[in-house]
């Protein structure tokens, strides 16, 4: 790495989707920013947007096979713009990797033994690591000599106590197939739980919060002195908070009872359970948005899906409080968390006896930056904190190749 590297590309690589951003790492700026979507179909769709250049979104539709072809499609924008992969101004690639398993809970400087481990938690993450080791291999055979390094989701929430990361099952079992509570989301967690400190003006080490990450998918989490003490999701991204297409918390004797009595085999089961439940499955809706015009318009079943979310999260803010003890604050975050203000103001009503409060005004703001959306005498500071995965993954991977 030469002195002048201070950019890093960070990738995101999903089962059929690419998402991408190159930042600069002496001030945090974007200088390209894009997404390709539908790889493998006909209708694959490049959307650039070279923010450096001041220029316009670029969008490019036609079939894009594999990840291979959308990484080379993606370079030969950023090229377009002067900002190509041969850059010397590159430092190094950060991948969003879902599953660290056990092993990585650290960004990861990523060599043949780090990619072999990742191919070893694929039976963990099925839907996600696959897609990871793809990006991986195909950003290596265009930059052999770059440092490329794995930001795992499961990493912050490597310092929960074992208490909080063991099932109570069979402990034989449990350690031969490895199975625990990993959680995910973790880079967004340790972002928004440090921004929740800033914006209370402490030290991460001073404040307890609980994040709700609620996007499409969504996990809370308890932070305490800016460590994990627990978090809803589990051995896979399905646990936890009612999501878009996901139940969450379920008896997993339904499983059972689907599987004998409904007839369903284990994949069906699976899609049922990550894709046709949750909010989509409730009311036929997995946008907050379209649930709440829905709502506005008297639809019931909108509005159960609406209500059981929300008690869901409830749930969750109760359970948390009781794990951290004193909580500090509240932090709202992602899709869901960032704009709809209906779902933080249901989520806290009627918690005045725990300290927390919504002020309506306040609630109705709309901006990207951090804020307090509690009155002043409420005890607890509710917050919504704009999340932002790829910095936390670009600042860690540049931190790293530094250090
Ligand atoms: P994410 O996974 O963080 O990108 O969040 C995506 C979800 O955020 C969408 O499915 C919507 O449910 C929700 N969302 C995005 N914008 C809004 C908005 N303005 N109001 C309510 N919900 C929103």
Redesign the pocket.
Known sequence: MTATATRVLVLNSGSSSVKYQLIDMNDGTRLAVGLVERIGEQTSRLAHTPLAAGGDKRETEGAIADHDAALKAVAAELAADGLGLDSPQLAAIGHRVVHGGLKFTEPTVIDDAVLKEIERLVPVAPLHNPANITGIRTAQAMRPDLPQVAVFDTAFHATMPEYAARYAIDVETADAHRIRRYGFHGTSHAYVSRKTAALLGKDPSEVNVIVL??????SASAVAGGRCVDTSMGLTPLEGLVM?TRSGDIDPAVTFHLKRVAGMSTDEIDGLLNKKSG?IGLCGD???????RRIDEGDERAELAFDIYIHRLKKYIGAYSAVLGRVDAVAF???????????REAAVAGLEEMGMAVDASLNAV?SDEPRLISPEYARVAVAVVP?DEELEIAQQTYALVNA
Do not use: W
């Open positions: 990450h609620l996007g499409n998918g969504a878009g909010l997995n946008d907050m948005r379209e649930i709440r975050t992602a899709g869901v968390g960032e704009n709809a203000a209906p779902v709309r999340t």
